[in-house]
Nanobody, 124 residues
Framework: QMQPVESGGGTVQAGGSLRLSCTAS????????MAWFRQGPGQEREFVAA????????HYGESVKGRFTISRDNAKSTVYLQMNSLKPEDTAVYLC?????????????????WGQGTQVTVSS
């Protein structure tokens, strides 16, 4: 079992940066693929980024490539999302998710554990 808890959201101007954190209690963190998804008002859940078990492989959604970086610290059971060059269209609730063998990693339905989300608002 795992319970992810996100933090670090807030309001920032376009071009700014934010760093999200997700700490997951439970013993299966290091065995899990961890990912970030986001969901804007009236929109479907969108894949943002994923990182494999040892952090040696990462995947990104097309809209965030080159701007966002996902990383993890298994000793702290924490996954991070560094977001740079933020745009108003990045405004959404950002959710942390964990799954043992999601394939493809972009599919939200394959993740078993979800946090409550943290709001990110980018003003123009």
């Amino acid at each position: 079992q795992m319970q992810p808890v996100e933090s670090g959201g807030g309001t920032v101007q376009a071009g700014g940066s934010l760093r999200l954190s997700c700490t997951a209690s439970g013993r299966s963190f290091s065995d899990s693929v961890m990912a970030w998804f986001r969901q804007g008002p009236g929109q479907e859940r969108e894949f943002v980024a994923a990182i494999l078990w040892r952090g040696d492989a990462t995947h990104y959604g097309e809209s965030v490539k080159g701007r966002f970086t996902i990383s993890r610290d298994n000793a702290k059971s924490t996954v991070y999302l560094q977001m740079n060059s933020l745009k108003p269209e990045d405004t959404a609730v950002y959710l942390c998710a964990g799954g043992l063998r999601p394939s493809p990693v972009t599919a939200a339905r394959l993740y078993s554990y979800w946090g409550q989300g943290t709001q990110v608002t980018v003003s123009s």
